[in-house]
Nanobody
Framework: QLQLVASGGESVQPGGSLRLSCTAS????????IGWFRQAPGKERQGVSC????????NYADSVKGRFSISRDNAKNTVYLQMSSLKPEDTAVYYC??????????????WGQGTQVTVSS
């Protein structure tokens, strides 16, 4: 059974850091590009970052550039999102999703469940 499980979300103070993990089961993660998204209450889902299957190519939303870093460990079937200098506006449920191909283009074909990140003093 195909699964993507996001974890690592918690409550932190502004300026803090978190590392989210997206672990796959039921398929080989290194065949696909993986993206992170977030959705805050009352707002539309926003793309945060994507990483190609090899890890060579990455992209980021302007709002997180320089603060977030995406990486992957294909041996562990896991993609990470390292978040630093967190701001209250980063508060959201964070999701990971699998692309159709190895590159960060084209549609997403499967979404995992989310993990809550709350940034508050």
């Amino acid at each position: 059974q195909l699964q993507l499980v996001a974890s690592g979300g918690e409550s932190v103070q502004p300026g803090g850091s978190l590392r989210l993990s997206c672990t796959a089961s039921g398929f080989t993660l290194d065949d696909y590009a993986i993206g992170w998204f977030r959705q805050a209450p009352g707002k539309e889902r926003q793309g945060v970052s994507c990483i190609s299957s090899s890890g060579v190519s990455t992209n980021y939303a302007d709002s997180v550039k320089g603060r977030f870093s995406i990486s992957r460990d294909n041996a562990k079937n896991t993609v990470y999102l390292q978040m630093s200098s967190l701001k209250p506006e980063d508060t959201a449920v964070y999701y990971c999703a699998k692309r159709l191909t190895r590159l960060c283009v084209g549609p997403y074909t499967y979404w995992g469940q989310g993990t809550q990140v709350t940034v508050s003093s």
